[in-house]
C-alpha cells in the first residue's frame, strides 16, 4: 500500500545553480546532497513542512537524467511514493499489470530503497516507490 507521496523528482541540468534557485524559492537550505554512481545522478534534497523535493542532475551524457533533459528538457521527472515493504507493493502492482522497470529494489538517494514503475502505464508519470532501508 502506498502511504504519501515522499518527494517529487525534478530534473536539472546544473545542479548546483538549481541548489541557489530552490533555498531562495523554498526559503530552507538543502539537507544532503548524495552521488547515486549507479544511475548517473547527483541528487540534492529539500524538506518543507512534510514535503520533499529531490533535484537531479546528470553526473554523465549517457544517465537517465541526461538523456531525460535531451528528451523533455527541464522539470518533473518523477512522484514518489513511500510504501511500507516494497516487495509487496512491487508484487502488487506486477499482478495489477503495471510494468515494473526494475525486477528487484536498487538502492538509491537518501536511505531508500527504489523501484520505478513504467510511464507507459502510468499515463506517462514515471512512479517511484520508495522504501526506508531498515
Known amino acids: ?43 540534492a534534497f529539500f524538506k518543507t513542512s512534510e514535503n520533499k523535493i529531490e533535484l537531479l542532475g546528470a553526473t554523465n551524457p549517457e544517465s537517465p537524467i541526461a538523456k531525460f533533459i535531451d528528451k523533455k528538457g527541464e522539470g518533473i521527472h518523477h512522484i514518489a511514493f513511500d510504501v511500507d515493504d516494497i516487495y509487496a507493493e512491487m508484487e502488487r502492482l506486477k499482478n495489477e499489470g503495471f510494468q515494473l522497470i526494475n525486477e528487484k529494489p536498487k538502492d538509491g538517494a537518501d536511505n531508500k530503497l527504489i523501484c520505478f514503475l513504467h510511464p507507459k502505464g502510468t499515463n506517462g508519470v514515471l512512479i517511484e516507490l520508495c522504501q526506508e532501508k531498515k
Open 1 to 43: 500500500m502506498m502511504n504519501k507521496i515522499e518527494h517529487l523528482g525534478i530534473a536539472v541540468k546544473d545542479i548546483e545553480s538549481s541548489i541557489y534557485l530552490y533555498e531562495k524559492l523554498l526559503g530552507t537550505s538543502c539537507y544532503k546532497k548524495e552521488e547515486v554512481a549507479s544511475e548517473g545522478v547527483i541528487t
